[in-house]
């Protein structure tokens, strides 16, 4: 009994996410019919639905830690663009030599991806010192690596962009092999669930939750908020690192101004969408992949559209507004108060017209 | 030092005044640098005022937001919505110059009255309702025009290209004529705004209530403040007043693009938290962000002085700047609390 009304509650958060990713998609059945038509051509699937998937695993990714970041320490990470724009920029140079274009690998793939993710690491570990030790706001902290996190990264790549033009490197941003789906796919569903086991059977979640909602509470209940806060922007930086090293593979270079640009406003959104409140607290993680997803649904369909891209923020701007506002207390106050009432006739009426149809 | 006197240890003053130390040092260092370039000069001194009077505007208003504990992400972005509008207004449909500055500052006004309500009255985090107002001021941006306009608009030339020179720091050039400094409008716009704001928000009844608002806002609402009302108020002025910045920038650039001051509000925040606002708010002052401007600016100023340097050493400068500063203030903050609670 106890399991089956924590599995409601837990459903009734994600309502509001499920319903607004629902809307999205239902509006591109009826403006574009063919847009979940999947089909295999050369031994790969092609489609909208598999492009959403595929486009949204680095703002996925990246949203994951963001919702650990923004739960323990109300507060959100603004650098993660810059530190995957980093980590792009040391893999590609590793792998490059230095060079700005090279045909073949001057170093091992996997060593590269290392070390991208090392300079994540250490990226994290900036942050969370600043967040957790010296006890900053976070937002301000992280404005740090925002600003110097590109510049080190142009000056990484030398003001140009490097270019790898090897196959092998490729495989992380495409297909590998005979495989049908895209390898961000895959590379975004490990995320989910090496996330998700850790959160269920280690107690970081309820730690992180209780951190979150009242740190000094926490601090007398014996846990230690610092290291849990470190713990949670070093998960973010890495998984950020991880995300830039999926960008560049899919450019198989590293524009260093570019990857990773404005990310951290689309996974700050996805949080929000998610249900989650900025303020910290209560998270979940479930909520803000379905945010990510259904912010890409809403890029891919406005250019299936046939949408600019340059007036595309006007129309993300309006669904943020009604989202937001749709999750406002005060707007689910007035919900509770008088939309019952009026759903619940609103369904009595429907019914009755379609029992006597 | 009595007890009595440690216990009241002002955060607000020691936090500026390291700042006005810090921009001494940088601008002496300057002068020792690229002295014999000219940088003792009078006039690069004034252009520094002269290209960030939009930001100095825009971080004066981001301080009252900050205050008030709050943030406007959405000041570039309204910037370049503003100069989009003031040059389509002026070059594809013949307004006057007058007019359609009265225009942006009225969709301003109505700009910020929409997010006050948003934050103050639906009770929605402020980061995310400005976060949404970046993005509708970006896409509008992008559907008034995706071209580049440049404005030639002959009485908007004159408004913001009138010099006003000042006749106390005058420097004999290469030719012994005397010839004095300079300074546009804007300046003084900028500099009015500033003052303006700092004796509103010392002084009035508003003003305090900002600041009681950000230092605690359920205190606040017992002590019978009208907490959305006020809010509500902060946000308008917010959008008047970065609509009045964003007319500024457009004066210096002279021309308006929809990617225009991509990153302003980064900026903005960061002269503001150099100047000493905590983003926690309560804690702030409006001479702290001119100043915090200017050191930027300085930044700025030693890179293009310099001229083999390129563009990321001004990012990278700048952060190294803002972690400094934070981290004093942050160390501060702790022994200022340490002292207390002995």
């Known amino acids: 009994m106890k399991k089956l009304s924590f599995s409601l509650s837990l459903n009734r958060e994600l309502i509001l996410p499920v319903f607004c990713l629902l809307t999205v998609l239902l509006i591109n059945l009826v403006k574009t019919p063919d847009f979940f038509d999947i089909s295999l051509t050369n031994g790969a699937y092609y489609g909208f639905i598999i492009d959403i998937i595929n486009r949204g695993s680095e703002l996925a990714i990246i949203s994951v830690g963001m919702t650990l970041a923004v739960s323990v320490s109300g507060g959100v990470d603004i650098s993660v663009g810059a530190v995957a724009a980093l980590s792009a920029a040391v893999i590609t140079n590793i792998l490059s030599g230095g060079e700005a274009a090279v045909n073949e690998l001057h170093a091992p793939i996997l060593l590269a991806i290392g070390a991208g993710l090392f300079s994540a690491l250490l990226c994290g570990i900036w942050n969370g010192f600043l967040v957790a030790r010296l006890k900053i706001q976070p937002m301000v902290a992280t ?215 | 030092m009595s007890f009595k006197e440690l216990k009241t240890f002002d955060i607000n003053k020691s936090l500026i005044s390291i700042t006005i130390l810090l921009f001494f040092i940088m601008y002496g260092a300057g002068m020792l640098i690229f002295g014999r370039q000219g940088f003792a000069k009078p006039q690069v001194f004034l252009n520094l005022f002269i290209n960030n009077a939009g930001l100095i505007v825009i971080s004066a208003s981001m301080t009252m937001v900050m205050i008030i504990g709050g943030i406007d992400i959405s000041v570039g972005a309204l910037v370049a919505m503003d ?156 959008g008047f007043l970065v609509s009045v910045g964003g007319i500024l920038f457009c004066m210096n650039t002279m021309s308006c693009f929809s990617d225009q001051a991509k990153g302003l509000e980064m900026d903005a925040i960061a002269g503001t938290v150099i100047g000493g606002t905590l983003l926690s708010g309560g804690v702030g002052n409006v001479f702290g962000s001119l100043l915090g401007c200017m050191i930027r600016g300085t930044a700025e100023s030693f890179i293009s002085f310099n001229g083999s340097l390129s563009s990321w050493w001004v990012k990278i400068t700048t952060a190294v700047l803002l972690s400094f500063f934070i981290i004093i203030q942050s160390c501060m903050l702790i022994f200022n609390n340490r002292k207390i609670s002995c």
Not at chain 1, 325 to 341: A, C, E, F, T, Y
């Open chain 1, 143 to 357: 404005l740090i690596l925002y600003t110097a996190g590109r510049g080190i990264a142009q000056l990484i790549c030398g003001g140009q962009i490097t270019y790898v033009r090897v196959n092998a490197y490729r495989i992380l941003g495409t297909n590998f092999g005979n495989n049908p789906l895209p390898t961000p796919i895959y590379i975004s569903i490990a995320v989910m669930i090496i996330t998700g086991l850790f959160l269920k059977f280690t107690s970081f979640g309820l730690y992180a939750k209780t951190v979150g909602i009242n740190s000094e509470a926490a601090k007398l209940a014996g846990l230690n908020p610092g290291t849990i806060k470190f713990i949670a922007y070093i998960v973010c930086a890495m998984l950020a690192g991880l995300a830039g090293a999926i960008y560049s593979s899919r450019i198989y270079s590293c524009d260093a101004n570019n990857i990773g640009l404005n990310v951290e406003v689309d996974a700050i959104l996805a949080v929000i969408l998610g249900g989650n409140q900025l303020s910290g607290g209560k998270f979940s993680i479930a909520g803000s992949v379905i945010g990510a997803y259904t912010i890409q649904a809403l890029t891919t369909s406005l250019y299936a559209f046939g949408m600019p891209s340059a007036h595309m923020p006007v129309c993300k701007a309006l669904v943020i507004a009604a989202s937001i506002s749709l999750q406002s207390p005060v707007v689910k106050r007035l919900l509770n108060k008088h939309g019952k009432k009026y759903f619940k006739t609103v369904f009595k009426t429907v019914f009755k017209e379609a029992a006597g149809v």
């Open chain 2, 83 to 238: 100069c989009m509008i003031l040059g389509d207004l002026m070059m594809n449909r013949g307004w006057s110059a007058w007019s359609s500055m009265l225009a942006v500052v009225i969709l301003g006004i109505i700009y910020g009255l929409t997010q006050g309500f948003m934050i103050a009255y639906l009770k929605i985090q402020p980061f995310a309702v400005t976060l949404a107002g970046m993005f509708f001021c970006r896409g509008m941006a992008a559907v008034i025009s995706s071209e580049v306009i440049s404005i030639t608009n002959e009485s908007f030339v004159n408004i913001s290209q009138l010099r006003i020179s000042l006749p106390l720091l005058g420097t004999l050039n290469k030719h012994g004529k005397m010839i004095y400094p300079f300074i546009y409008p804007s300046v003084i716009v900028a500099f009015a705004v500033v003052v303006l704001m700092f004796l509103m928000l010392r002084y009035t009844k508003f003003g305090r209530a900002v600041y009681a608002i950000g230092g605690n806002e359920n205190a606040a609402m017992f002590m019978g403040l009208n907490v959305r009302r006020i809010k509500l108020l902060t946000y308008t002025l917010d």
